[in-house]
């Protein structure tokens, strides 16, 4: 399924992309763990959730076309957070609650961070949910080539009603649904006067100097299967 714009909803018949190669990962993260990174103009949004008595997130990164302020992050902080807490938890299970909006500063390492919580609250589907790591996958695409040019969002609350018979997959509608609900989080970006990006911080296993953006254009739930976080694990 592929979204562009807030267009037609279609249904991606190409295969699956393979994730990321995770080889140089555990490295990556020993190695400058604590070296700032900056990435200019730009902020992360975390959409900060607890499911099971554990903190677990969805990132988002939005580059602003000038220098911001404060005021800037407090804005794009208050459409997020309306957006998480009308699409995302009415699709969510009551097992997981929206805690709050994150928004940091990215372009130094002494950065504004401000945060909403006004729509928080547990999702709104009341059937029990699943474990924390068992998610979908939904798809980033920029218009460019390359594994560095796109991203992942792994949804959280998958509720047991959203599963299909064979329970490697999600129904489609959920698919559509989540796909749908993520698609809008660039279109609300872009609706406060940000530009949604993906952000790449390495390039060839080699960490880059500063963080590089490219335009968050399309998004894809490329098919209906169910993936996992180990990360997310209690």
Same mark, same amino acid.
């Given at each position: 399924?592929?979204?562009?714009? #807030?267009?037609?909803?279609v249904?991606d018949?190409s ?6 190669? /995770?080889?140089? %990962?555990? &490295? ?6 604590m070296?700032? &990174? ?7 949004? @975390?959409?900060?959730?607890? @499911?099971?008595? @554990?903190?677990?997130?969805?990132? *988002?990164? %939005?580059? *602003? ?12 902080? $208050?459409?997020?957070? *309306? ?6 938890l009415p ?5 997981? /609650?929206?805690? @709050?909006?994150a928004?940091?500063? =990215?372009?130094?390492?002494?950065d ?6 006004? $729509?928080?609250g547990?999702?709104? =589907? ?8 068992? +998610?979908?996958?939904? !798809? ?7 594994r560095?040019?796109r ?6 609350g =998958?509720?047991?009603? &959203?599963?299909?018979? $064979?329970? $490697?997959?999600?129904?489609?509608? +959920? !698919?559509?649904?989540? #796909? /749908?609900?993520?698609n ?7 609706? %406060?006067?940000w530009?949604?990006?993906?952000v790449?911080?390495?390039?060839? #296993?080699?960490?880059?100097? %500063? ?17 996992s ?6």
């Open positions: 399924m592929a979204l562009d714009g #807030g267009g037609a909803v249904r018949k295969p699956r992309p393979a994730p990321p190669h /995770s080889g140089p %990962a555990p &490295q990556r993260r020993l190695e400058n763990a070296v700032f &990174q900056p990435v200019p103009n730009t902020v992360e949004i @975390q959409a900060r959730y607890s @499911q099971n008595a @554990q903190p677990i997130q969805m990132t *988002f990164h %939005a580059e *602003f076309l000038a220098p911001y302020v404060e005021a800037d992050l407090i804005a794009l902080a $208050n459409t997020m957070d *309306f957006l998480f807490g009308t699409t995302f699709i969510q299970t009551l097992d997981c /609650s929206y805690v @709050q909006t928004v940091r500063g =990215l372009n130094s390492i002494n504004f961070e401000v945060f909403d919580a006004s $729509n928080a547990p999702g709104g =589907l009341a059937i029990a949910g699943y474990p924390n790591q068992v +998610t979908l996958a939904v !798809s980033r695409r920029s218009r460019f080539t390359g560095s040019s991203g992942r969002v792994y949804w959280i =998958l509720a047991q009603d &959203q599963l299909d018979t $064979n329970e $490697n997959f999600v129904l489609p509608g +959920t !698919s559509t649904a989540v #796909g /749908s609900a993520v809008g989080i660039a279109l609300g970006i872009s609706g %406060a006067g530009v949604p990006v993906i790449s911080r390495w390039s060839e #296993g080699v960490k880059r100097p %500063a963080g590089v953006t490219f335009p968050w254009v399309t998004t894809v739930v490329t098919d209906d299967r169910v993936d976080r180990r990360d997310r694990m209690p």
